[in-house]
T-cell receptor, first 111, second 113 residues
């Protein structure tokens, strides 16, 4: 079983709609969580950190459910420019800061 | 902003060649990492370094080595390139503030023929 699992998609989303997807992690001692965005043939870039209480950044909302060991990302009012692969990232405790990556969820926003 | 620079964007090498991938960061970070990314497999950690001359194996170190002689530079070495090392290679530098995760270089797409 992979340490971090994501639905690969693609999630095809009409422009202006809302899309949400989850990521599950296996290590209950994980301490930090992030969502990264990766455009085609580009490097991953930090989208947002995920805090225990949940957090928003504009149209993006991230949630953490420690009991069920998953994090989620919700995108409201989707834009064409939101089309990308979204990587779920977890830092387990005592991991020397090594991040564990999911394989990514592809989102395609259509006109 | 932290800048992580990888020396080559695209490389084509022959089987058996020794290949050097260079990565430089400009923010005095202790921690640096090398990943490879393949479709469906995500990012897999090859090696990482938490200080000059210090290195640790990641999840898939076989066929690779690294060098960290200066804090800003972390090199990945393919001792004898093979076709199954064709991949996208990503270097990352870690902020001391965990809230900011990693900063990645723009990647090197290596093709071994």
């Amino acid at each position: 079983r992979k340490e971090v699992e994501q639905d690969p998609g693609p999630f095809n989303v009409p422009e202006g709609a809302t899309v949400a997807f989850n990521c599950t992690y296996s290590n209950s001692a994980s301490q930090s969580f992030f969502w990264y965005r990766q455009d085609c043939r580009k490097e991953p870039k930090l989208l947002m950190s995920v805090y225990s209480s949940g957090n928003e950044d504009g149209r993006f909302t991230a949630q953490l459910n420690r009991a069920s060991q998953y994090i989620s990302l919700l995108i409201r009012d989707s834009k064409l420019s939101d089309s990308a692969t979204y990587l779920c990232v977890v830092i387990p405790t005592d991991s020397w800061g090594k991040l564990q990556f999911g394989a990514g969820t592809q989102v395609v926003v259509t006109p | 902003d932290v800048k992580v620079t990888q020396s080559s964007r695209y490389l084509v090498k022959r089987t058996g060649e020794k290949v050097f991938l260079e990565c430089v960061q400009d923010m005095d970070h202790e921690n640096m990492f090398w990943y490879r990314q393949d479709p469906g497999l995500g990012l897999r950690l090859i090696y990482f370094s938490y200080d000059v001359k210090m290195k640790e194996k990641g999840d898939i170190p076989e066929g690779y080595s690294v060098s960290r002689e200066k804090k800003e530079r972390f090199s990945l070495i393919l001792e004898s390139a093979s076709t199954n090392q064709t991949s996208m290679y990503l270097c990352a530098s870690r902020s001391p503030d965990e809230a900011y995760g990693y900063t990645f270089g723009s990647g090197t797409r290596l093709t071994v023929v």
